[in-house]
């Protein structure tokens, strides 16, 4: 689902969304970190125009993400909920356009149009943590077998490792 909006028809009254996105918008994550949405993720934004050509956008996010953990690769959900301000310049693709430094936080609004799902999206990636953990106490699994450390124990800690030839020193007491 796109949402594409024409910033051209926003005069100097505000106009507010409030979209839904199910879990089937969700598209493939390269990174594998956002296995998905757990629940529908609710957008309420606000547009309004500051002056000349520059928009900017009010919104907050709120919803739950299937997460996978990054020490157990097991997935969990995690609640989000966010808000948010973004700046827009309008302009013509391909045109040049003089930016003053005061502009540098502003992005660029081809031909005037912004699509809010794709700013929800890149706000999903901006919410999700560097590093995804099911919980703080979570172990991860064993660099030797593969086993979840959660939930069973291993004795791969308990055998001595090294290098091949030195393992007939194990036996030695």
Not at 88 to 115: C, N, R, S, T
Request: aromatic share 8%; hydrophobic share 35%; glycine share 6%.
């Amino acid at each position: 689902m796109t949402l594409v909006i024409d910033l051209h028809t926003i005069d100097n009254t505000p106009k507010e969304y409030a979209v839904s996105f199910n879990e089937s918008w969700w598209q493939e994550d390269p990174s594998g970190q956002v296995a998905g949405l757990a629940s529908p993720v609710d957008l309420n934004a606000v547009i309004y125009k500051t002056k000349g050509n520059k928009f900017v956008v009010d919104g907050s996010l709120k919803g739950k993400l299937h997460l996978n953990c990054d020490r157990c690769l097991k997935q969990y959900i995690e609640d989000i909920a966010s808000d948010f301000r973004l700046f827009f310049l309008i302009g013509q693709d391909g045109e040049k356009l003089k930016i003053a430094d005061a502009d540098l936080d502003f992005d660029f609004a081809v031909d005037g149009k912004i699509d809010l799902s794709e700013i929800v999206r890149e706000q999903i990636f901006i919410i999700v943590p560097m590093k995804c953990l099911c919980s703080d106490t979570c172990r991860g699994i064993c660099h030797s077998c593969g086993k979840n450390l959660n939930f069973e124990q291993c004795d791969c800690d308990k055998i001595k490792s090294g290098h091949p030839v030195f393992s007939t020193l194990n036996g030695l007491k």
